[in-house]
Nanobody
Framework: QVQLVESGGGFVQSGGSLRLSCVAS????????MAWYRQALGKQRELVAA???????TYADSVKGRFTISRDKASRKFFLEINSLLLGTPAVYSC????????WGQGTQVTVSS
């Protein structure tokens, strides 16, 4: 089993920045994909950014140029740098790691205020 724990969420002003972290523990094996998703209240969960084991990154069109996904060398931690946050409904950002199974964290909430 693999456990994922996110951190770094909170309140931030419109236009501000945050850095979300996701730490993996347990029976870690090589991963194929690590990704961040977000879900606002009343909306479907959406993929925000992903990175493959080979380092290829993909982003949702709505966040391109503002968000950056990265990971550490051991692939136990991965991050989401969020810049130029837009005013909107609060969203819960969750990390997902695929490798030896698919694992999800509990999420961390990001609230953007004016």
């Amino acid at each position: 089993q693999v456990q994922l724990v996110e951190s770094g969420g909170g309140f931030v002003q419109s236009g501000g920045s945050l850095r979300l972290s996701c730490v993996a523990s347990g029976r870690i094996v090589s991963f194929t994909t690590m990704a961040w998703y977000r879900q606002a209240l009343g909306k479907q969960r959406e993929l925000v950014a992903a990175i493959t084991g080979g380092g290829i990154t993909t982003y949702a069109d709505s966040v391109k140029g503002r968000f950056t996904i990265s990971r550490d060398k051991a692939s136990r931690k991965f991050f989401l740098e969020i810049n130029s946050l837009l005013l909107g409904t609060p969203a819960v950002y969750s990390c997902m790691r695929r490798g030896g199974g698919e694992y999800w964290g509990q999420g961390t909430q990001v609230t953007v205020s004016s």
